[in-house]
């Protein structure tokens, strides 16, 4: 059973910068995609970054690339979500989702596996 625990939300002034971790269980980490994906309330959940299994390849979104960096450190199973020049739009729940069967993955739909979620609220 993979288990995935976030961690690192918070509430900053917008402008500000947080750094979202999540650390995987279980022996899939070091050969899948894995992604965090957020939703706020009344919005469908988005995806924000996806990094492969290796690290090598990334997705961001429009509405975040150029501030946020994904990464992952395969040897502590952990991927990473940094955020910078944060907006107050990037307010939702953040989740963390491992893929079961795709090395490299952008879709929701592709994931198998998720995190509780961990919220970020940005201040104006």
């Known amino acids: 059973q993979v288990q995935l625990v976030e961690s690192g939300g918070g509430l900053v002034q917008a402008g500000g910068s947080l750094r979202l971790s999540c650390t995987a269980s279980?022996?899939?980490?070091?050969?899948?995609?894995m992604g965090w994906f957020r939703q706020s309330p009344g919005k469908e959940r988005e995806t924000v970054a996806t990094?492969?299994?290796?690290?090598?390849?990334?997705y961001y979104t429009d509405s975040v690339r150029g501030r946020f960096t994904i990464s992952r450190d395969n040897a502590k199973n952990t991927v990473y979500l940094q955020m910078n020049s944060l907006k107050p739009e990037d307010t939702a729940v953040y989740y963390c989702a491992a893929s079961a069967g795709w090395a490299e993955a952008r879709l929701s739909s592709q994931y198998n596996y998720w995190g509780q979620g961990t919220q970020v609220t940005v201040a104006s």
């Open positions: 279980g022996r899939i980490f070091n050969t899948n995609a």
């Open positions: 990094i492969n299994y290796s690290g090598g390849s990334t």
